[in-house]
């Protein structure tokens, strides 16, 4: 089963891929978490602490090769393998989480090598692993344009109730689309009532896009961030956390 969570910056699609990700891991599932941010923030969420340093994989793990026909392609240096026992981080429920690169200072240029890289680890894993991979996507709809998701089971777009953000979940749909994604399902999040819920259907039926799950708004989220806790760590029986909880079990019905 590999997930790959998108959506508009500030939508919650780091909460939704974190939680996701220890509540699949709390059933017994061997997860590993993919964080393809270029402002990483998976790390806090899947229940390791802030003060845990969580380094980026190395930016130099292509190569270029030859191929018979006289043509080139990109390949790993290290194994999938490899690449998780070196450059992997141990969280909570046996979670094994891998920081694909950042942005650490101003002027340090493109990530063109880190979404490069990520977009071999993620087809390696699809073709040689068997375990639950959620990936957590850079904001916006860049990653699409790259091909980072291409080779995933099911696509998450994280919107919450208003235009820009919904708006940016029908671009989403269109461009994995074309990739072949043959799974696309929006997640509504942070919704406060039946006006906010209406909105998103409404859009969602217009433009003929998929709501899988509905995510309340819900302030235990912003209260274990200002503690520096994962929302499942902070309280597992939270109304946001327990959406999420259906949402884990529709995904195993449909995919596993």
Avoid: W
């Amino acid at each position: 089963m590999k997930i790959a969570v998108s959506g508009k910056g500030g939508s919650g699609k780091t909460t939704i891929s974190g939680t996701l990700s220890r509540v699949l891991a709390a059933k017994d599932y061997d997860v590993l978490a993919i964080d393809d941010d270029e402002n990483p923030n998976l790390s806090l969420t899947v229940g390791i602490p802030r003060e845990k340093e969580v380094p980026p994989i190395p930016g130099d793990l292509l190569r270029r090769v030859e191929l018979p026909d006289g043509k080139t392609e990109l390949e790993l240096v290290e194994s999938v393998e490899e690449i998780i026992n070196n450059y992997g981080v141990g969280a909570p429920d046996g979670i094994q989480l891998l920081k694909m690169g950042e942005v650490d200072h101003a002027g340090s240029g493109c990530m063109c090598s880190a979404h490069s890289t990520a977009r071999e680890v993620l087809s390696n894993i699809v073709e040689k692993r068997d375990e639950v991979t959620i990936m957590d996507m850079v904001a916006g709809v860049e990653h699409l344009g790259r091909g980072t998701t291409k080779d995933v089971d099911v696509l998450l777009v994280v919107v919450e109730p208003y235009y820009k953000s919904l708006e940016t979940g029908r671009r989403t749909r269109d461009l994995a689309e074309e990739l072949g994604i043959p799974e696309i399902k929006v997640v509504a999040n942070k919704v406060r009532d039946d006006q906010d819920r209406e909105a998103i259907e409404e859009f969602c039926e217009n433009n003929d896009l998929e709501i899988t799950s509905i995510v309340p708004f819900d302030d235990s989220i912003r209260r274990a961030d200002q503690q520096g806790t994962a929302p499942y760590d902070h309280d597992k029986d939270a109304p946001a956390v327990a959406a999420v909880q259906e949402l884990a079990d529709d995904l195993v019905s449909e995919l596993a």
